[in-house]
Every structure is written in C-alpha cells, then in structure tokens.
C-alpha cells in the first residue's frame, strides 16, 4: 500500500522496490524503511542496505532553502474504508501547515518589543536583549544596520559623579596654592580652630605664629610645615589637624572637535575626563581615541576613552593644571560592526587593529551569530564596494584581516530552524520538537495512549518525512491501534530528521454527526450526537424548556436515506412527558435530527405602555391584551386641569419603523433625483459643477437622514372621558407605546420664507392670514401654493387641497377674507409653514415635489428642515 511522491514503505521488510533506474542510482523503497540504492525497481526486492540518516547535527543540510515538490496524497482502498479518511487527513494536515505559516509570518511582521522604533541602540537594548528575543523566537533575521558610533552617548547627559567637587578629600602630592582654604583644627594645651586662605605671595597668616609659606609646597609638606610651627610654639603641648576647605579654581582651554570649546573655570582637582565632560564630550567628527592634553606648548598625555569604556582603565586620566590645554583631534579610521556582536555600534581604530580585535573591543560575538561565514564590505581605493565573505571558525593570519577606514562587518544570525528535530503535533498530550538520535523510533516519543489526547483516530496517523536529495515530501501511514493496543513492532517504525508525527483528532476525520434545537429552550444550538442519545438528552443538553415553552408538542424533523435519495420526515413530540421519562415518548434520536420546542401562542410576561404629561398620575402602566386607551387614562387618574386633549399622541413603535422604512424611500428617492440631473450635466461640461451646490445637496440629503420618525398615530381625545370610551379612537394599546397628553399651548409658530420667523400668542379668531401678516408676510422667494398648516393633533391643512373653503372676518385686518387655505383658523400650537418657491434654488430645479417631499418628513418627524435662498436654514421643530 503506498501513497505520496514519493513513497516509504509502511512497515519495514518484504515491500516491493519502488522503482529506480536499471544500474542503481534511483532511491528504492525495499528493505526497511529509507528504501536502498540500486537495483531494478520494477516489482523487485529493493536490494541495498538502508540509508541511514545523519548522526551528527552538523552534517544535516539546510533544508529550508531549494525547490518544494507538490506532495498528491492518492486513496488508500481497503483498510479505511476507501479514500475518505485519507482526503480529510489531506485537508487536516493542510490547514495545520497554512496555521504554521501564518504563525511564522506573523512573528516575521510582529514589532520586536515596545520601544524598538526607538532609534538609539540604548533604549533597545533596555528593552530586549539579543538572547531575550532569541529565546522569544522574535530575533530578527537581518542585520541591524541601524548603528551608532561607539561611546559618544557618554555624554548625553552631563552625569554629575564625574563633576569634581571642591570638598572631597585632597591627595597628599597636591600642590597648594593661592585661593586654597586650609582648615586647622588645635587641641590641648590651647584648643582653637583656624579657616586660613593661601594668598596671592603663598602664605598664610597664623595667630601668635605669624606668616606661614605654604604656597608650591605639597599638601603633605604644608601638613608637617605647619604642625612643626605649632609645636615650637606651644612646647610640644597641643595636637592638630591640617585639613583643605574650599579648593581653588582654575582656568582650562577645551579646544577642537567638542560640543563646546572655549575656556572653563573648574576645580583644582579636575582631571582630563571632567574637562571633557564640562565640553560636552567630542562631537562624532573629534577622536574619542587620541584626546591631548598639552601644557606649556607639549603634549604631556593621549587619552584613549576606549580603555575607560571596554577596560575600565583610568591611569592616564591625569589631573589638570592652570591654562592646560584639551584638544581633540578629528576622529581616526572608522568601521562599522553590525548584527550578532554583544555590541554593535561603529568603532574607530587605532594602529593597526585586526578583524578579531575588533570583534574583542565588541564583546566577541554572540551565541546566535552564525561565525563560518561572515561578511566585509569594503571600499577599494576610493572607486569601489565589494565584500569579503570569512570563517570566524577558521580565522588565519591570512584571514584575520586588518580593517580598513569604511569596512562594515556585519555578523549573521545563525539558522532559526533546528538541525536535529523531530516534531509531534496534533491531538496529543505533548506537543513539540523532540530530539533526533540515531535509532529513534515512534514509540520512544508516543511512550502510551496517555500520550493522546481523547477522541484521538486511532485508525490513521501521519509521518510528514522530507526525502533526500531534493528534501520533497512524503508520508508515511501509522497505525495508531496496532502501535500502542497489540504491540505490533512492525508499526514502530525508525523515524529520520524532521519527521514530523501528525496525530489527528476523530472529528477532523470523520462527519460530524450533531443534533439540532431550536425555540423555547435556554440554550438552543447544535451538539454533538452520542450512540443512544434520547429526546430528554438534547433537552437538557439545552439547558431544559423554558416556562413559556408548549410542552404538550413539539416537531421533531429528520432526514431519511432511501434509495430513491434523502426523505425529510416530521415528527410531532411531546417535550413535557419526555423531560419527564416517559418511554413513548421519550424514543432515540439519530444524527442530523432537528428539534423545534414550540412557544405558547401570545405569551407576553406583562406589557408596558407610558402614560406622560398632564394625567394626575403619569407613568408606567402594565396592560392586558387589548386594554384600550380609556382604560389606562382612567387608571392614571384621568386628565388635569391643564391637559390639551387637542395635543395629544399616540407614540407605537411599529408606526415608528413603518414610518422610518417609508422615510429612507423618500431620502433615497431625494437623493437619486438630486445627483441624477448633476451627472448628466457632468457630461456635457466637467467645469460647470458647481461645488457650492453639490455640497448643499449633501447638507441636505444628511439633515434628513438624521432625522428619527416619531412613529406618532394621530388620536383624539376631544370631550370627557366617558364620551371618549367606545370610541373609533379608542383603540387597543400595545406594549411600548407612549402616550402624551400635553398641556395646553397659546401659540401658532410660524416657519419658512416670511420676513420673521416666529411664535405668535394664539388668537381666538386668528386666521392663516392674520398670522401670515404677523410674520411680515411672505418673501420674494416663497412659494404661497405649497404653504401647510401642521395641525397640533397630527393631522395637515396644506393650500393645496381642494375642499378648503368659507368666509371668515379678519378682526387683525379689519376685512372679510373669503375662502381658501387662507382662512382657515389655526388651533394652539399648530405651526404654519411657507415653503421656498424650489424653481429660483438652481441646485434644486430638477427636483419633482420637493414641498411634498419636505412636508412628509416634517409630518413623519416632527422637525421641518427649511431653505431660504437657496441655502439649508436648519432643522426646526415644529411640534
């Protein structure tokens, strides 16, 4: 039985030779596992020994580079019951090799560690070291080129322990001078305590003892000069100590490539680095190898700060005197040293340094960095770049070159991929890469069936082997019964570098056979289907039926295979009696049956309506089905003094979603005929777009679409309570509706093209026209045929209709005014509106019942969104 280009044997021994070019040559596949060299291979035995794999982690090729060979898995007839088991272990193997893909390429991307865009090699290295990332698995691949020159971060920012303080205590070999404070302290025969400075002459006057001179003389000889004197004095009868106060300053010279040159007063106790750090350090054009330190026109020492940095060596840090001179030379010979040294950063040379000095002054060469083959690049005599490939193993006189001003050495990263592994992967206890040793074989990693996981396939396992010379791939079938149940040793096959076992798990393997429920049950879904599993099962699998669940039926629905293809059957159950065990009723179910808990017709654990404004008692209210509106008035204590039945609504949800579905149709019928007429014209003439008006069309076109329906259903409550009850309008309420009886409201606003847009105080027997007049009258622009009146009871009056008729007395005009839309005598809070005439609005000549299309929404939202002059004056309630 074989599969798989190309092919191992399953077992070892007896299998036929796979093929292989008459004369050897051809890798056989006789003979054990790993197949033979030579042969005819054309049914034979395979007739060489085994090739054994390598013993030795360096010998093994670096197999992540050179061709990858499609692998064709081919059916395997017979001991799985044909090629299904194998085409889904295809796909399962499939997936886990595109998850390990994704999974490497991911960590490829993935930022390193928080502060790596950081560019300072400094914060980086705070944040993770080389090794850190190693052991993370995040180590970058490719050289960092991003490298800084060697030392010059000392300096930025001036650390105070190297500020020479004027108190610390002083040497004995140093010289006193003028301006140095001496502090002598007497005790004995006469106790006294003298703070004396050293004048411009070097002396110092002394009670009782006169001048004393100590100026040019050491601490050490101003110490005994001065306990002598004492002493002569006072016969020998006191004791003393000679300490130094304030120290001197004095005057240095910091000059060439420093940050800032120029003159420093510091201690007398500074040295060669303290005047370097008062400078702020060389800039990286000045020598941090050769800094000079001249005194009377010679050069006394060179400092080189690499021997403070790499070796922590001080000795030529002298101390400075008055008027000495600190120059830095221009920075010598540089050469980068990047990738897997302890650091990389850009060194300058001194004499002749060789590559494997220059890899000492870097703290070596990490353990990641891969030293057989490592690369300069070098520029030739001013002209050209090339690149010289070297063994660190087998460094020479000859290959440990001398470095060159320019060089850039850069130090690799050794392979990510192990050279000795063998992997375990899959539905198992113990994931991962385990060790390679010759003579490995299955059972010395998959030690038991404690090793598996449960619901392991047992039938079929995998070994993914790459084959020598080209490392295509092959499989290798296990059988994991006959491995760990019945011993059979044949199946413990020896296993090669970077075989990799697949364990896979029974539900990748065969059809997922699962048992569905739907309704009134608290966890409805899909779950797995278990041999014997009963009607009661699935509903407590469920979570149990819910209090509203119609326990006397349910429908139960399954597919049935028949000859003549797949029958779909209805069952009708009884979820109470079989939650209760009851055997007729509680029969088996099969795989793929679908359960559907049905839920007691109108089941509503209580509705809720709102009852707000001037009702004695306003609030929440829960209803019974079909409670009309009277009812929950009278149980909200019926209407105050100041309610406005007139004003009244009924706010229902389901009003408010037809109405919301009907509104997008008129924004979206709005906005087709808005941008239609701009693209024809697009056509014609590109230029003639007018920008202004484009964005005015999309101001409009979003007001609108923020507008909410407030899904009012227009109710009257006019006249008492009793008259109301029985009414058309007393309908049902439902749960979720509001219902608002206002108070009573003594104004008429008006809106749109009038002179004023305002609220006027209601009139008893104020017409259209009178309020008209009060606002100014219409504009220019209006368009007086498409004025409205919105009713404060929901309803609209617009010019437009046809029955509006009669004669009326104006008491404002002191006239008749006879008939129309005009006469008409608004109520208390209704709202006049005056549309713009829409054909003098050039962006909205193409537009077809834009007044329509205007009153609709102010009637569906409450909220009038007017233009004037041609421009969106906002949106205003008007209700």
Same mark, same amino acid.
């Given at each position: 039985m074989t599969f798989g280009v190309p092919v191992f044997a399953q077992t070892g021994g007896g299998t036929t030779g796979g093929g292989g070019a008459s004369g050897g040559g051809a890798t056989g596949l006789g003979g054990g596992l790993g197949g033979a060299a030579g042969g005819t291979g054309a049914g034979g035995t395979g007739a060489g020994a085994p090739v054994p794999g390598p013993t030795v982690p360096t010998s093994l090729p670096d197999i992540t580079g050179g061709p990858e060979i499609p692998v064709t898995l081919e059916s395997i007839e017979g001991d799985f019951g044909g090629g299904k088991p194998l085409e889904q272990a295809?796909?399962?193997?499939?997936?886990?090799?595109?998850?390990?893909? !994704?999974? *490497?390429?991911?960590?490829?991307?993935?930022?390193?560690?928080? =502060?790596?865009?950081?560019? @300072?090699?400094? %914060?980086?290295?705070?944040?993770?070291?080389?090794?850190?990332?190693?052991?993370?698995g995040r180590m970058p691949s490719d050289v960092e080129l991003q490298i800084t020159q060697f030392g010059y971060s000392l300096f930025e920012n001036n650390v105070i322990t190297f500020t020479p303080v004027t108190t610390v205590p002083v040497g004995p070999d140093y010289i006193v001078g003028?301006?140095?404070?001496?502090?002598?302290?007497?005790?004995?025969?006469?106790?006294?305590?003298?703070?004396? !400075?050293? *004048?411009?002459?070097?002396k110092v006057?002394?009670?009782?003892? =006169?001048?004393?001179?100590? @100026?040019?003389? %050491?601490?050490?000889?101003?110490?005994?000069?001065?306990?002598?004197?004492?002493?002569?004095?006072y016969k020998n009868t006191v004791q003393l100590t000679v300490g130094m106060g304030a120290l001197r300053t004095m005057k240095i010279f910091v000059v060439g490539n420093v940050v800032q040159p120029g003159t420093f007063e510091v201690s007398s106790l500074s040295t060669l680095v303290n005047g370097m750090f008062a400078a702020g350090g060389p800039t990286k054009n000045g020598s941090m190898r050769n800094i000079q330190v001249k005194r009377d026109g010679k050069t006394v020492v060179s400092f080189d700060f690499y021997d403070f940095l790499l070796?922590?060596?001080?000795?030529?840090?002298?101390?400075?005197?008055?008027?000495?001179?600190?120059?830095?030379?221009?920075?010598g010979p540089l050469v980068g040293l990047a990738g897997n040294v302890?650091?990389?950063?850009?060194?300058?040379?001194?004499?002749?340094?060789?590559?494997?000095?220059?890899?000492?002054?870097?703290?070596?060469?990490?353990?990641?960095?891969?030293t057989q083959r490592i690369q300069v690049e070098r520029i030739f005599k001013n002209a050209a770049k090339g690149v010289l490939d070297l063994n660190l193993e087998a460094l020479d006189e000859k290959s440990n070159i001398i470095m060159q001003d320019g060089d850039v050495v850069k130090i690799f990263s050794i392979s990510q991929t192990i050279t000795n592994p063998i992997e375990l992967s899959g539905n198992c206890q113990r994931p991962g890469t385990y060790e390679w040793r010759e003579g490995i074989r299955i059972k010395d990693i998959l030690t038991g069936p404690e090793m598996l996981l449960p619901n392991t396939f047992f039938e079929f396992a995998l070994i993914e082997r790459l084959v020598p010379p080209y490392y295509q791939k092959a499989y290798v079938s296990i059988d994991l019964k006959k491995l760990l149940f019945e011993g059979d040793e044949d199946s413990n096959l020896e296993l090669q570098p970077y075989d990799k076992i697949v364990i896979f798990d029974r539900k990748s393997m065969e059809d997922e056979e699962n048992v569905r429920i739907a309704g009134a049950v608290n966890r409805p879904g899909s779950f797995e289907f278990r041999e014997g599993m009963r009607l009661s099962d699935l509903l407590k699998l469920a979570g149990g039926l819910k209090r509203y669940a119609y326990r006397e039926m349910g429908e139960l629905t399954r597919v049935r295979l028949t000859q003549e293809g797949p029958v779909t059957e209805r069952l009708l159950v009884n979820p109470g009696r079989a939650m209760r065990g009851d055997p007729d009723y509680d029969f088996p179910l099969r795989e793929d049956d679908f359960l559907h808990v049905r839920q007691i017709p109108d089941y509503h654990v209580y509705r809720v309506v709102n009852v707000i404004g001037q009702v004695k008692f306003p609030g929440a209210y829960t209803i019974r089905k079909g409670e009309p509106v009277s009812s929950v008035i009278e149980r909200a204590g019926g209407y105050t003094a100041n309610a406005y039945l007139k004003g009244a609504m009924l706010r229902r949800a389901s009003v408010a979603r037809i109405q919301k579905n009907h509104l997008e149709q008129i924004i979206d019928r709005l906005e087709f005929q808005l941008i239609r007429p701009e693209g024809a014209r697009a056509l014609i003439d590109s230029n003639a777009v007018d920008a202004q008006a484009e964005q005015r069309k999309t101001d409009l076109i979003a007001k609108l679409r923020a507008q909410t329906p407030m899904g009012r259903l227009t109710i009257r409550l006019w006249g008492p309570l009793e008259s109301f009850k029985g009414s058309s309008d007393d309908i049902p309420m439902e749960g979720g509706d509001s219902l608002v009886v206002p108070e009573r409201s003594e104004q008429v606003q008006v809106l749109g093209s009038v002179f004023n847009e305002s609220a006027f105080v209601h009139r008893a027997n104020g017409t259209v026209a009178t309020y008209l007049r009060l606002?100014?009258?219409?504009?220019?622009?209006?368009?007086?045929?498409?004025?409205?009146?919105?009713?404060?009871?929901?309803?609209?009056?617009?010019?437009?209709?046809?029955?509006?008729?009669g004669v009326h007395w104006d008491p404002e005009g002191h006239r008749w005014v006879a008939g129309g839309f005009l006469s008409l005598r608004p109520d208390p809070g209704d709202t006049l509106v005056v549309p713009e005439e829409f054909d003098n609005v050039a962006w909205l000549q193409d537009i077809r019942d834009i007044s329509q299309i205007l009153l609709n929404i102010a009637v569906t939202t409450g909220v009038f969104v007017g233009i004037a002059n041609g421009s969106i004056v906002g949106a205003?309630?008007?209700r």
């Open positions: 295809k796909e399962a193997l499939q997936k886990m090799i595109e998850d390990r893909r !994704t999974r *490497d390429a991911q960590l490829r991307t993935e930022t390193l560690v928080p =502060g790596m865009e950081d560019s @300072g090699l400094r %914060t980086r290295a705070q944040a993770a070291s080389n090794f850190e990332l190693y052991i993370w003028p301006d140095d404070q001496l502090v002598i302290t007497v005790w004995g025969a006469t106790d006294a305590r003298y703070d004396v !400075t050293v *004048d411009r002459e070097g006057t002394l009670p009782e003892l =006169g001048v004393v001179y100590v @100026g040019g003389l %050491t601490f050490e000889e101003t110490k005994a000069l001065i306990n002598k004197r004492f002493n002569r004095f070796r922590g060596d001080k000795s030529k840090d002298i101390r400075l005197l008055p008027s000495d001179v600190v120059f830095v030379p221009p920075v302890n650091t990389p950063a850009v060194y300058e040379l001194r004499g002749e340094t060789r590559l494997q000095d220059l890899l000492d002054m870097a703290g070596g060469v990490r353990a990641t960095g891969y606002a100014g009258g219409a504009t220019e622009d209006a368009d007086e045929s498409e004025m409205f009146l919105l009713k404060v009871d929901g309803t609209v009056a617009s010019a437009r209709q046809p029955d509006i008729s205003r309630t008007v």
